[in-house]
């Protein structure tokens, strides 16, 4: 009901000897500004505050994006809408790169594909702030797809398994390597 999406500080790529101090500033993030005033304007209890860390393994991404079970546009249950980049997903979720763009049909089939001109790609970094540093694109890469339509049709699958297993359209984050 209440994301709080974008809300509290990530860290991607953090070296083992660093990652107690970025789970504090995760959990510590948790209680910033930005989420009192989210709190605020939702009419949330302040005194509910509680920040869950997660600690994912990293892969260093050939395509990353977002998939959604369901189109958050026209809202058509029966497409599920797959965005991918190059590289890591977070050239896409910042808004620095577009995305190609697949619709997947509930049997399957990739209905449409609007392939994006990408100029950049996020590539691990680690032990930089971010954990992760943006690169040029060359041309002739930039203009082809991200993700083939098989991998489209497998990501636009684990959404939809996502979607079934919480009862409701759900979209997520995904990562594809070798």
Sequence with gaps: EH????QLDSYLFVPLDRLLEKVEAVWRSGFSERIL??????????????????VQRMIEADSAGVAFSADPVGGHRGHAIVSAVFGLGSSLVSGECDADTFTVGRDGRVLHRAIARKT?????????????AAHPLPPTKGSLPALTDEHAQTVAALARATARFF????DIEWALSG
């Excluded at 950049?120 to 992760?132: F, I």
């Excluded at 009862?167 to 759900?170: A, I, L, N």
């Design 167 to 170: 009862g409701r359209p759900q």
């Design 120 to 132: 950049t790609v996020h590539l691990a970094a680690p032990g930089s702030a971010e954990g992760l």
């Design 3 to 6: 994301s709080f999406a974008g």
């Design 37 to 54: 005033a989210y709190r605020r304007e939702r009419g949330l209890p302040e005194s509910s505050l509680a920040t869950a860390v997660l």
